[in-house]
């Protein structure tokens, strides 16, 4: 069968390499596009389309202002690809949510993790919030920090198949107002760390980072698993 074709919308950054010099940056998370290879499909990085060097630099809403020319381009873009993956960084990108609210409009199964998410429910008008125990939360050195919970009536308990289990924690904001989401699992300081969306194709966005124990953990791999297969299933669909 042929495979999916699932695209990794760009992260941009800026790199100080001297004093007050910087190169601006779009990033792909290797290891995100490693998880995608490695469960069976093709990646496409998604890059923005505006004649812009710099854009936001803060996981906050960003009010860039978008052009006619400058979506029709993006969606252009996406239409090529049977999945979409929001990565994770330390931004969230007007040109991000606008992608995230198309694949939330044409049912596009999708993927948020991190920062990702954050873009997902600011495309449907949701919000993420700035919490206070970054000791806890941000800790990029640690392969696990804290348990999550997970609601046994979510889809995502269908995929991890368990009630619990240990997860990373690299960042510092959580969900807050998740519209039309559900909570598919809390942390143990009661944060929201997975969203879902039951009544679409694939809408699955969580707070830690998959991608880094993909080889050492069967059930963070099964994420990608799962999400790879339901962008195949996707394919039949349009054929």
């Known amino acids: 069968m042929k495979k999916p074709l699932i695209g990794i919308v760009g992260k941009t950054f800026s790199l100080e390499i001297d004093t007050n010099v910087f190169w601006e940056l779009t990033n792909i998370n290797s290891h995100i596009r490693y998880s995608l290879i490695k469960n069976g499909a093709d990646v496409l990085g998604i890059l923005p389309q505006s004649e ?5 630099d803060q996981d906050e809403p ?3 202002k978008l052009t006619n020319e400058d979506k029709t381009s993006l969606k252009r873009l996406l239409m090529l690809c049977d999945g979409i993956v929001f990565q ?11 992608l995230a609210s198309l694949c939330y409009e044409l049912d596009i199964p999708t993927l948020g993790i991190c920062a990702g998410q954050s873009t997902m429910l600011r495309s449907i008008n949701g919000s993420a919030k700035k919490h ?7 800790q990029p050195a640690l392969e696990y920090v804290h348990k999550i ?14 009630k619990e289990m240990m997860v990373n924690s690299i960042h510092s904001y959580s969900p807050c107002d998740i519209k039309d989401y559900i909570v598919s699992a809390y942390d143990d300081d009661n944060n929201i760390e997975v969203v ?15 991608e880094l124990l993909v080889d050492k953990d069967e059930k963070m791999n099964s994420i990608f698993k799962a ?7 996707k394919i039949k669909d349009n054929h």
């Open 52 to 56: 812009a060097l710099k854009f936001n």
């Open 62 to 64: 960003d009010f860039t």
């Open 88 to 98: 994770g960084g330390l931004s969230s990108a007007s040109y991000e949510e606008y």
């Open 132 to 138: 206070n125990n970054d000791k806890k939360h941000n």
């Open 149 to 162: 919970f997970i609601n046994e009536k979510s889809n995502f308990y269908k995929i991890v198949k368990c």
């Open 196 to 210: 879902e969306n039951p009544n679409k194709t694939f809408h699955l966005a969580m707070r830690f980072h998959p």
């Open 227 to 233: 999400f790879v297969e339901a962008c195949k299933a």
